[in-house]
């Protein structure tokens, strides 16, 4: 009976967007006794939100002060100066009797790669230049949770990213007189990255001749 009570989930069990992943997806939170702590891990932030049930009972409960949230989204995260990990209780029992509770993890800090191809003309001939690129950039859990719940808009923000290095690259190659054979360490940003709460810290790209 302890067990079922007082169980412990750890972040595995959740789902987890991470490196390389502009997408997010969701799990119910349920299933895991009656009082669960959950994993807070430094590198990470759980996100949680609030879908009312359907039927009487969900309609009844879900129109209750006292069986509802204070806030239909919620982040969870350690302080900032935090580096042990924690295990907390993210929303009381009675909340999942008028609401169905999803959530998932998100990493704060990333290091995104991708591959780009870079392609310039002289007169009918184009040349292609590929370039290896790590992204290091900080996530806002709760702005990158809304604004990719939307599904196309995981490849909006993957756009926005490779539009960006893009434009880095041509002037780069303006500088040079056309030299591709380059290691740089610049910022990024667009208005789509800072609404999806994705902060680039540095990007780092450099030429890739073996491609």
């Known amino acids: 009976m302890k067990q ?9 069990q959740l789902v987890t967007i991470t490196n390389n992943n502009y997408s997010v997806d969701t799990k119910k939170m349920s299933g895991y006794g009656f009082l669960p702590k959950y994993e807070i891990a430094p590198l990470y932030s759980i996100v949680i939100e609030y879908e009312p049930r359907g039927g009487f009972w ?12 204070s806030r239909l ?10 580096q042990l990990t924690q295990w ?10 008028g609401w169905i509770i999803r959530g998932c993890r998100i990493r704060n800090e990333r290091n995104d790669t991708l591959s780009i191809c870079h392609c310039t003309n002289a007169g009918e001939i184009v040349y292609r230049y590929n370039y290896e690129v ?25 756009e926005a990213i490779e539009n960006c290095v893009q434009d880095i690259i041509a002037k780069e190659l303006i500088m040079r007189a056309g030299n591709p054979a380059f290691v740089l360490h610049t910022q990024i940003s667009s208005p789509i990255l800072d609404q999806a709460g994705y902060h680039v810290n540095d990007c780092r790209i450099q030429y890739n001749q073996n491609v």
């Open 58 to 69: 969900g309609l009844i409960f879900s129109s209750m002060k006292y069986f509802c949230p």
């Open 4 to 12: 079922i009570i007082n169980n412990h989930v750890h972040g595995s």
């Open 73 to 82: 989204l919620q982040v969870h995260s350690l302080c900032s100066n935090s």
């Open 88 to 97: 907390k209780r993210l929303f009381p029992w009675r909340h999942t009797l």
């Open 134 to 158: 790590c992204i290091s950039a900080t996530v806002s859990p709760e702005s990158f949770y809304i604004y990719l719940k939307s599904s196309e808009n995981a490849s909006v923000v993957r």
